[in-house]
């Protein structure tokens, strides 16, 4: 259950109650927060430590906020908590991932609706068996602006790992024969991206009766095969935020009870 929202600025984030939004996206990159606040109506940065850059503003009226948790799910998670006890509800992972399907072409954004525990940081909150699975809605809300912007998007599973050399370069790692298995074993169950921070968010997220989502720009090819130049180009930031604030903005109309279409 989501506790009540504390009054003091939080250690890591340094951001106090009053400061940012119930809905937050989620960089990895503390440089994409400033890109993606200049989406927002009178974004202005609220605080920057660490890892974590935050900015404010408004999207239709609602005040939203967009923080960098830098990379994988141990400060993902200081994230999320963190911005919870300041009175946040709604996450959204704004970020870019490996593609895991021969039929998904470099420049699709993957809306995942659930993810792999392939890291450790969930199994402190929750047992393995428990599912870690994104907020319905944000899901659906994600598929329209998707949709209103004309990008191609997928709807499925991520992988989350801990080790991103361990993805990369499998072979040279002492335990190469498990990492090809358990990768084989993704890609046969339909997996359609690896990434570093999704599971952990949406285990969180249940622990803290908070909703989450997460859209990928998804990049490369499941062979490991390089990008065209063409290819490169259809996987920019340029094409993947203004769908993230699309489906936001989906997202807000449905909650405040208006029609999203």
């Known amino acids: 259950m989501s506790t009540a929202p504390s009054t003091e600025r939080q250690h890591h984030i340094q951001v106090a109650r009053g400061e940012v939004g119930r809905y937050v996206l989620l960089p990895g990159d503390p440089g994409r927060s400033k890109p993606i606040a200049q989406y927002f109506d009178d974004p202005r940065l609220v605080a920057k430590n660490r890892e974590y ?3 404010s503003g408004y999207l239709d ?9 830098g990379i994988g799910c141990p400060s993902a998670s200081i994230a999320m908590e963190e911005l919870v006890k300041v009175g946040s509800d709604t996450f959204i992972r704004v970020g870019t991932s490996g593609s895991m399907q021969p039929d998904i072409a470099p420049g699709t954004l993957g809306i995942i609706s659930g993810a792999i525990r392939d890291e450790g940081t969930s199994s402190h909150y929750l047992p393995i068996e428990f599912p870690a699975v994104a907020d ?13 912007v004309g ?18 370069e499998p072979g040279r790692m002492p335990v190469a024969n498990r990492l090809k298995d358990r990768w084989a074993a993704w890609m046969a169950g339909g997996a359609i991206c690896s990434e570093m921070e999704a599971a952990a968010l949406y285990i969180v997220a249940s622990t803290l009766g908070v909703r989450a989502g997460g859209i990928m720009m998804i990049l490369g090819h499941h062979d490991m095969a390089p990008m065209t130049p063409a290819e490169e180009a259809e996987g920019t930031l340029d094409n993947l935020l203004p769908a993230s604030i699309a489906g936001l903005r989906a997202l807000i109309a449905h909650d405040r009870g208006e029609s999203a279409s």
């Open 53 to 55: 850059e935050t900015w």
């Open 136 to 148: 319905i809605e944000i899901t659906r809300a994600l598929a329209l602006g998707a949709r209103e």
């Open 151 to 168: 990008r191609p998007y997928r709807i499925g599973i991520s992988q989350s790992k801990d080790s991103f050399y361990g993805q990369h």
């Open 61 to 69: 009226g609602e005040l939203v906020s967009v923080t960098s948790t």
